[in-house]
């Protein structure tokens, strides 16, 4: 395993410290929208536990992994003040590596599992739309259960597998293994935005002359917004794996995990408050439409929308007739 120097390893755990700065606020935030009311500091009465419990798996994946990194910096410190920069640090226990590719690729796997989940809900939960994501996670999760395999038998057999003949980078982690490991996560982060995308636009087609449409633009730029953040650091982490720069992959990696974090609350953040200020409209406004994405059978037939109980996707839109009825409403109250 080939050791940076303890200037860069320093400089990758303050960035990857800084990052999970950054990802454990919005944490808080993402929180706070999952679980507190809007009409008081009370919790909600409807939780949806299985995104809390996800939301909360990332999380630990995203401190243990920090850890790792934090456990290796302090003690190649505390070897050269001990011993002394003349001899050299050939690093720390080799459980620390396999612990932090495991926390990595967990990281990945639970936020592409949401990710499918959330494709099966909006195209009313038809298990074709999820052939192609679920092949990719699932390939995805063989190369984790692989890249274990080899990291630990690669303790006691330094020319097991790969390690001997690979032409990728191999110095943290089996990178003959992760390379298709990122690869696949990449085509599924692409091909599930892609598709919800796809289907938001179509229903803001289907509604284009009511003001529902405004809030489906928003629903794609959310999806827009997240999805870019996440693929852009998974296609990074694919690229980096084929250099041969070990200060890359490790500055890299670092900023990795908390990333997908970020990416992950960001999503639900941004939901859970169009949700609200949807609320709100409907306190004040009759005749509020929580309507469910269908196929619809008329073009010009306003029923598109998620259910609002079930999934993280959810939005609220007002009826045209309601919108009509809060203009003549505020006009009244004017005059």
Not at 91 to 98: D, K, R, V
Not at 148 to 157: C, D, E, M, V
Not at 181 to 201: E, G, H, K, Q
Request: glycine share 4%; aromatic share 14%.
């Amino acid at each position: 395993m080939t050791i940076i120097p303890l200037p860069r390893s320093i400089a990758v755990t303050f960035t990857g410290a800084f990052a999970f700065g950054l990802y454990f606020a919005t944490l808080l935030v993402c929180l706070r929208w999952l679980l507190i009311a809007d009409d008081g500091w009370r919790l909600k009465p409807k939780i949806r536990w299985n995104i809390l419990f996800i939301t909360f798996l990332i999380f630990a994946c995203n401190v243990v992994y920090l850890s790792m990194t934090v456990r290796g910096v302090v003690e190649k410190a505390q070897h050269f003040i001990t011993v002394g920069p003349g001899v050299p640090y050939n690093g720390g226990p080799q459980w620390e590596s396999i612990v932090s590719c495991t926390m990595a690729n967990s990281n990945v796997l639970l936020a592409d599992m949401v990710l499918i989940y959330r494709v099966w809900v909006i195209y009313e939960r038809q298990y074709v739309f999820i052939i192609f994501p679920l092949f990719f996670w699932l390939a995805g999760f063989v190369c984790t259960v692989l890249q274990i395999y080899l990291q630990i038998a690669h303790l006691s057999n330094p020319n097991i597998g790969p390690y001997a003949w690979a032409t990728v980078e191999m110095s943290f982690g089996p990178g003959i293994v992760l390379l298709p490991f990122w690869i696949s996560t990449v085509l599924l982060n692409a091909y599930s935005s892609m598709m919800l995308i796809r289907r938001i636009y179509q229903a803001a087609e289907e509604t284009k002359h009511s003001g529902s449409v405004k809030h489906l633009h928003l629903a794609i730029r959310i999806v827009a917004e997240s999805g870019l953040l996440y693929f852009s650091i998974t296609f990074a982490h694919l690229l980096v794996w084929f250099g041969k720069e070990e200060f890359a992959v490790s500055m890299i990696s670092v900023l990795n995990a908390p990333i997908i974090g970020v990416a992950f609350n960001w999503f639900l953040i941004r939901f859970e408050k169009s949700k609200a200020e949807a609320a709100a409209r409907e306190a004040n406004v009759p005749d509020m439409s929580a309507m469910q994405f269908t196929r619809s059978t008329n073009a010009r037939q306003d029923k598109t929308t998620i259910d609002t109980s079930s999934t993280d996707t959810a939005l609220v839109f007002i009826a045209p007739e309601a919108e009509k009825l809060a203009a003549q409403e505020k006009e009244k109250s004017l005059a």
